[in-house]
């Protein structure tokens, strides 16, 4: 069952490609660097030989992508981070004095580091750049007052592009954390509805049972009296009535068990509202037709969904997001898998550990793979009619 959940979730991905508008700007912004290089390569006069300096121009767009791509941890992107710093100072005092348009290799170095490495160290790197700027100019014979300007107008660049980045990230983190809150509410207000029709249907159902089903009691015990009394010739129809009583009152029984127990909603909807809060995130929900829940297993289902959502946009980076409901073997089973970041160690925070705890409360168990995608699995067991004493 863990491969088919897999293997329908990567369909799913495979199908739908989904990517954020800041990716394609790193696209663009990525070609716009190798025509850069490309210029480079055809009008100036290159210091190392043109394939080598080819080569380190591949290899800073390599180190570079690595390091603004988001799925790796820190300790590896900073390290890509620092070779495509240093590769682009290569690049340029590697150039003759026309080379001046390397210089936004540096930028775009200065402006990835808004998403890898704190402020402090960005503007470092700025201060680092300008001082390359600076000698480059001077080793191709510029006037010192010239390469002051020309340090001076890509220093503006560069701290344009460095607090642009910024407040980009920090409007990325406001809109997460909106999102969030957005998702608390709606899982709020559908538990809150689902609360409240429950309330209905058991109002019902116990007035159905002190009026209706009381008085069938009572008319099925004075048929059994009666079919004693009678004579011969009426006891036939008197065991008819006795059985039509009876049946009323398995229907009634049935009624009163259907309204206690269907009272979770439409679960599928349900679900759907809680994607639907989540703009940046595209969510693909299916609930298989013969999944029946009672009231607690669709709260407990609602949480879990909440959980597997809040963490995918805090924490995966992840562009979309499969939530599958099943029923097999007595057992309902809400999967979560989303495509981004697939951690290299779980530690189950307070979230996941109160859904845990929570599953087990209902016998229930929590399941968390990393391969091929990140999934998470809540698995319950299915609730079977009660039929309700009296």
Same mark, same amino acid.
């Given at each position: 069952? #863990?491969?088919?959940?897999?293997?329908?979730?990567?369909? !799913?991905? $495979?199908?739908?490609?989904? !990517?954020?508008?800041?990716? +394609?700007?790193?696209?663009? %912004?990525? $070609?716009?660097?190798?025509?850069?290089?490309?210029?480079?390569?055809?009008?100036?006069?290159?210091?190392? @030989?043109?394939?080598?300096?080819?080569?380190?121009?591949?290899?800073?767009?390599?180190?570079?992508?690595?390091?603004?791509?988001?799925? &790796?941890?820190?300790? @590896?992107?900073?390290?890509? +981070? $620092?070779?495509?710093?240093?590769?682009?100072?290569?690049?340029?005092?590697?150039?003759?004095?026309?080379?001046? %348009?390397?210089?936004?290799?540096?930028?775009?170095?200065?402006?990835? $580091?808004?998403?890898?490495?704190?402020?402090?160290?960005?503007?470092?790197?700025?201060?680092?750049?300008?001082?390359?700027?600076?000698?480059?100019?001077?080793?191709?014979?510029?006037? @010192?007052?010239?390469?002051?300007?020309?340090? *001076?107008? +890509?220093?503006?660049?560069?701290?344009?592009?460095?607090?642009?980045?910024? =407040? %980009?990230?920090?409007?990325?983190?406001?809109?997460?954390?909106?999102?969030?809150?957005?998702?608390?509410?709606?899982?709020?207000?559908?538990?809150?509805?689902?609360?409240?029709?429950?309330?209905?249907?058991?109002?019902?159902?116990?007035?159905?049972?002190?009026?209706?089903?009381?008085?069938?009691? /009572?008319?099925?015990?004075?048929?059994?009296?009666?079919?004693? !009394?009678?004579?011969?010739?009426?006891?036939?129809? /008197? #065991?008819?009535?006795?059985?039509?009583?009876?049946?009323?009152? =398995?229907?009634?029984?049935?009624?009163?068990?259907?309204?206690?127990?269907?009272?979770?909603?439409?679960?599928?909807?349900?679900?759907?509202?809680?994607?639907?809060?989540?703009?940046?995130?595209?969510?693909?929900?299916?609930? #298989?037709? #013969?999944?029946?829940?009672?009231?607690?297993?669709?709260?407990?289902? &609602?949480?879990?969904?909440?959980?597997?959502?809040?963490?995918?946009?805090?924490?995966?980076?992840?562009?979309?997001?499969?939530?599958?409901?099943?029923?097999?073997?007595?057992?309902?089973?809400?999967?979560?898998?989303?495509?981004?970041?697939?951690?290299?160690?779980?530690?189950? *925070?307070?979230?996941?550990?109160?859904?845990?705890?929570?599953?087990?409360?209902?016998?229930?168990?929590?399941?968390?793979?990393?391969? @091929?995608?990140?999934?998470?699995?809540?698995?319950?067991?299915? %609730?079977?009619?009660?039929?309700?004493?009296?």
């Amino acid at each position: 069952m #863990d491969d088919h959940h897999s293997s329908a979730a990567s369909s !799913r991905f $495979g199908r739908k490609p989904a !990517r954020r508008a800041d990716e +394609y700007s790193g696209l663009a %912004m990525l $070609g716009l660097c190798f025509g850069i290089g490309v210029i480079t390569l055809v009008i100036d006069d290159l210091l190392v @030989p043109v394939w080598t300096w080819a080569g380190l121009l591949l290899l800073w767009l390599v180190t570079v992508s690595l390091a603004a791509t988001e799925r &790796l941890t820190r300790r @590896p992107a900073l390290v890509f +981070y $620092g070779c495509a710093a240093i590769i682009s100072w290569a690049l340029l005092l590697t150039t003759s004095s026309s080379g001046g %348009m390397v210089v936004v290799l540096m930028v775009v170095v200065a402006a990835v $580091g808004s998403f890898v490495i704190p402020i402090r160290w960005v503007l470092v790197l700025v201060l680092l750049n300008s001082g390359v700027t600076f000698l480059h100019s001077r080793l191709s014979d510029a006037d @010192p007052r010239e390469s002051l300007l020309v340090v *001076g107008f +890509y220093l503006i660049i560069h701290l344009a592009t460095v607090f642009s980045g910024y =407040a %980009m990230r920090q409007e990325t983190e406001l809109r997460t954390e909106l999102e969030q809150k957005n998702l608390d509410l709606e899982a709020a207000a559908v538990l809150l509805e689902d609360s409240a029709a429950s309330d209905e249907r058991l109002r019902i159902s116990r007035e159905l049972h002190d009026l209706i089903g009381h008085q069938l009691t /009572v008319l099925n015990l004075e048929l059994e009296a009666a079919k004693h !009394r009678e004579g011969s010739q009426a006891r036939a129809h /008197v #065991d008819q009535a006795a059985e039509v009583a009876k049946g009323l009152l =398995a229907d009634v029984r049935t009624t009163v068990g259907e309204l206690r127990q269907d009272s979770q909603g439409d679960l599928r909807q349900s679900l759907q509202r809680l994607a639907g809060a989540v703009p940046s995130l595209d969510v693909h929900v299916e609930v #298989d037709a #013969d999944v029946r829940t009672d009231e607690e297993i669709h709260s407990t289902l &609602l949480r879990a969904a909440q959980e597997i959502i809040t963490n995918t946009i805090k924490h995966a980076q992840a562009a979309e997001l499969a939530l599958i409901v099943t029923q097999e073997a007595g057992t309902l089973t809400l999967t979560g898998t989303n495509d981004g970041v697939a951690p290299g160690a779980i530690t189950p *925070g307070h979230g996941l550990t109160g859904l845990k705890e929570r599953l087990e409360g209902l016998d229930g168990r929590l399941e968390i793979r990393t391969t @091929p995608h990140f999934t998470v699995e809540a698995h319950l067991p299915v %609730m079977r009619d009660r039929q309700l004493q009296t």
